[in-house]
Structures are given as structure tokens and as C-alpha cells.
């Protein structure tokens, strides 16, 4: 069926730092991708979002970019803090989904004061 | 948390028994979404709804049936509930709006542990 990875599964940075994070998905007409930040017993929030016909798209210190050719897409954060420390998750939403979104497995971030 | 609550927020019940989790939007938004998270598999979708009294399967079906009666609420049962159906549940909204229904706001969720 369908997937998205989502590497690394754990990102230790020093404040100050940058952190990626990387999606691959499998099907071609995925054409919108979104991020979410899920803190410790709360639900996921959407932080960006990214749809098919941009290749970038920031939001102050983050930003999303996004290789239609290659199927994937990355999380950009910068000037990284420790309230940015949370599960961070894609997600790829297509049409032979059934129309539904697809979540990758997660990234845990952890920033190092 | 867009609008959207959980009840309860926390529940622990034993094998076998009937429980209900319920899912309340003041959003008017038409798609809601019932989601289980464990870890190691992100989150990954049970059931939704298109609009009240429709709804349909997710990938992770068994076991589990919805029902949305009001446009505002979506409840998800678990007729006889088993010890793999411990998880922590989400809930998610969607406009609909000019066929979007891939931006999805999500709820606190409900950690269920099944004794």
C-alpha cells in the first residue's frame, strides 16, 4: 500500500543549531504535504504545509522543500530552541489514497540548551 | 486545539467491555477523522465521516465503529474491547471547503488502556 518514511526516528541539535528532517512517499499523486509538532500529551499541530506546485515554502525559522521528482520532502529548522523539542510528523495526502493522509513514523527532536 | 474536544481524556477498562469515545467539534466542518497513534507507527486512521450518518473505513478498522449522528459530534465504540486496542486516540477535522479535505486540525486525545 501507500507509505511514508520518515528519517531520522531520533535528532539531538545543541540550541542554536539546524535540524532536518526527511519524508520519502510512494505514491506519484500525493500532491499536498504537511508537518506536524506533537508535544508530550498533546495532539499533533499543524506547523507548515506545502502543496504540489511550490518547491519551498518557509514560515519564519522553519521551512518545508519539496523534490516532486525524487518523492520527497524535508523539514528545515533554524536557530534551533528548546521549546522546539517535540515528535515532529509529515504526512502526504493523493488522490489514490482514498484521500487521506498518510503519516510518517515520527521524529523525535530533542534541543540541547 | 482548532475547536475540537475529547471525552474522556483518560480511560481504563478491561477486556472484553463495550467503550465509547466521543469527539466534539464547534467548527461546523464537515470530514471528521478517528486516528490511533502507537509507537513505532505514526498515527494511522480507524474510521472517518463525510457528513452526518456517512462515514467509512480506515486502515485499522477491526474491531472498532463510529457513528455520527450530529454534524458536531463523531463517536468511535469498541464493542469488546482488547488489550492490542490500548492506544492513545485522535480525533481530526477537515473543512471540506471547496474539496479540501486534506488540512486536518486535530484534538488532545484519549489514552485508553485496556487491562
Known amino acids: 500500500g501507500e507509505n511514508v518514511e520518515q528519517h531520522p526516528s531520533t535528532l539531538s541539535v545543541q540550541e542554536g543549531d539546524s535540524a532536518v528532517i526527511k519524508c520519502t512517499y510512494s505514491?506519484?499523486?500525493?500532491?499536498?504535504f504537511p508537518w506536524y509538532k506533537q508535544e508530550l500529551g498533546k495532539g499533533p499541530q499543524l506547523i507548515i504545509d506545502?502543496?504540489?506546485?511550490?518547491g519551498e515554502k518557509k514560515d519564519q525559522r522553519i521551512a518545508v522543500t519539496l523534490n516532486k521528482t525524487a518523492k520527497h520532502f524535508s523539514l528545515h529548522i533554524t536557530e534551533t530552541q528548546p521549546e522546539d523539542s517535540a515528535v515532529y510528523f509529515c504526512?502526504?495526502?493523493?488522490?489514490?489514497?482514498?484521500?487521506?493522509?498518510?503519516f510518517g513514523q515520527g521524529t523525535e527532536l530533542s534541543v540541547k540548551p | 486545539d482548532a475547536g475540537i474536544t475529547q471525552s474522556p481524556r483518560h480511560k481504563v477498562t478491561e477486556t472484553g467491555t463495550p467503550v465509547t469515545l466521543r469527539c466534539h467539534q464547534t467548527?461546523?466542518?464537515?470530514?471528521m477523522y478517528w486516528y490511533r497513534q502507537d509507537p513505532g507507527h505514526g498515527l494511522r486512521l480507524i474510521h472517518y465521516?463525510?457528513?452526518?450518518?456517512?462515514?467509512d473505513k480506515g486502515e485499522v478498522s477491526d474491531g472498532y465503529s463510529v457513528s455520527r449522528s450530529k454534524t458536531e459530534d463523531f463517536l468511535l465504540t469498541l464493542e469488546s474491547a482488547t488489550s492490542s486496542q490500548t492506544s492513545v486516540y485522535f480525533c481530526?477535522?477537515?473543512?471540506?471547503?471547496?474539496?479540501?479535505?486534506?488540512?486536518?486540525?486535530f484534538g488532545p486525545g484519549t489514552r485508553l488502556t485496556v487491562l
Open positions: 481530526a477535522i477537515s473543512s471540506g471547503v471547496s474539496g479540501r479535505t486534506d488540512t486536518q486540525y
Open positions: 505514491d506519484s499523486a500525493s500532491n499536498y
Open positions: 506545502i502543496r504540489s506546485n511550490v
Open positions: 504526512a502526504a495526502w493523493g488522490r489514490n489514497q482514498g484521500g487521506k493522509l498518510i
Open positions: 467548527e461546523n466542518h464537515r470530514y
Open positions: 465521516s463525510y457528513g452526518v450518518k456517512d462515514t
